[in-house]
């Protein structure tokens, strides 16, 4: 691929395209964001042992069980005889808010003592509602995130659709917290989750509680920061930053996709005898000219203030490497390999999710076939040697740099600097093919 790439064609890519490699962050290519097991001694085992036959079984009894009852217990009284218009919702007012407001984070402090967290650190001050409508919680790293930041102001969150379907509790925060759900595979759901959040956060006169989004879109371990959707940005209006920083040696509180999933994480965290955390409010993020005109700048700019808030690098990974990771998954493939980093790859190529998942198709196939990593390398230098292709890659959802094809895959292998090798060059073949050549293999 090398050679074939190297040809006297090849173009230094704009300004634009440059500007990838920085957007980027300084974050470790082999790192596996959504893989995470807790840094667990075998001491460490020993006391989670022996602290299943008793810490765990008094936690449960004298704080979670009781605080959890007690808070269905005023989220049921909060709705009795309100009725929710799904289409054009209101917030909760008079007693209703008070008893899900005030006494609410009360016993939202009991659960979280119950769990170990005995003391927790502040720093910075939470602003109000009307500082700051929005409310942009990260490192997403923990079911005890909600739990946390609703200490400080109850706020309304968004939270991924499956989460309303939950037995009980999914229709009573449906009810008392207004929140805002988001089908992540699903372009309408998103625009509807994105129109909601600009009318409540505009709408100040309603009395909207404090929006909380979690701009990662989900959890995953702390050893870098995700790249941020831009729907907690577009409305343009002043955000708070809060970093939540876990900081137990072992980290057990991390719920990741793979390796320590929501039950194990939320089991070793109550066998801890004590959770360290520290919740830092940055000051308000008032929006400039050119965030106002670019939600993208306006996201990267406070995600690299919680960067340096909490020591943690930024990444090249976003949500959609996670759905890529599933798919591979689902394909006989690596869930590794889904690492594509979807953020820079999609700014470059300006590719959509679909288009991915048949590039993950052709990959299966070529594996079916027999096609190793060194042969698909010879297979994809003879095709960049040949005649540029006619087909326009537009017909297919990925429009290609302007470089040319021996440029684009020069470009790739020295500038986008991304953990690109972990991929079969024929992901790479796939995406620079024509547009008949893929349906033939589709």
């Not at 959609?320 to 689902?330: F, I, P």
């Not at 040697?385 to 740099?401: I, K, L, Q």
């Not at 060059?425 to 349906?439: D, E, F, R, V």
Request: aromatic share 10%.
């Amino acid at each position: 691929m090398g050679g074939s790439a190297s040809s006297s064609s090849y173009q230094e890519p704009s300004e634009g395209s440059q500007s990838c490699a920085e957007h980027c962050g300084d974050a470790q290519q082999n790192v596996n964001p959504f893989f995470y097991r807790p840094r667990m001694t075998p001491l460490d085992w020993v006391k989670v042992v022996f602290n299943t036959f008793w810490l765990l079984p008094l936690r449960l009894v004298l704080f979670v069980i009781p605080s959890f009852c007690l808070g269905v217990c005023l989220c049921i009284l909060s709705i009795l005889g309100d009725s929710l218009d799904e289409k054009n919702p209101r917030p909760l007012r008079g007693w209703r808010r008070f008893l899900v407001s005030d006494i609410g984070t009360r016993v939202d402090r009991l659960l979280l003592f119950g769990c170990g967290f005995h003391w927790i650190r502040v720093r910075g001050k939470p602003a109000t509602a009307a500082e700051a409508p929005i409310i942009v919680a990260s490192p997403h790293a923990s079911v005890f995130d909600m739990f946390i930041i609703s200490l400080f102001h109850l706020p309304t969150f968004v939270a991924k659709s499956e989460a309303s379907s939950v037995p009980i509790l999914g229709y009573l925060v449906t009810h008392t917290m207004r929140a805002i759900y988001v089908s992540r595979d699903n372009p309408a759901s998103r625009r509807e989750c994105t129109d909601e959040i600009l009318r409540r956060a505009k709408d100040s006169a309603a009395g909207w509680p404090k929006i909380l989004i979690f701009p990662e879109a989900t959890t995953h371990s702390t050893e870098v920061l995700l790249e941020y959707k831009k729907g907690a940005f577009l409305p343009s209006v002043p955000v708070q930053a809060v970093a939540i920083k876990y900081q137990n040696r072992s980290n057990t509180m991390v719920w990741s996709d793979r390796g320590t999933g929501l039950i194990a994480s939320i089991y070793l965290t109550l066998c801890q005898f004590h959770n360290s955390l520290e919740v830092e409010f940055l000051p308000v993020h008032h929006t400039t000219p050119e965030e106002a005109a670019n939600p993208e700048v306006f996201a990267e700019n406070v995600r690299k203030e919680v960067s340096r808030a909490t020591g943690i690098p930024t990444s090249h990974y976003s949500v959609e490497d996670l759905l890529m990771c599933r798919k591979a998954e689902q394909l006989g493939l690596p869930f590794h390999s889904g690492l594509i980093s979807f953020p820079c790859l999609n700014r470059e190529f300006q590719c959509v999710n679909t288009f991915l998942v048949k590039i993950f198709t052709s990959i299966r196939l070529g594996c079916i076939v027999g096609r190793s990593h060194s042969s698909s390398c010879l297979i994809s230098s003879s095709y960049l040697s040949s005649s540029e292709p006619s087909s326009p890659t537009a017909d297919w959802g990925c429009h290609r740099p302007s470089t040319g094809w021996r440029g684009s895959l020069k470009w790739i292998e020295t500038k986008m600097d991304l953990s690109l090798a972990k991929i079969s060059a024929i992901t790479w073949l796939s995406l620079l093919m024509p547009a008949h050549w893929l349906c033939s293999l589709l």
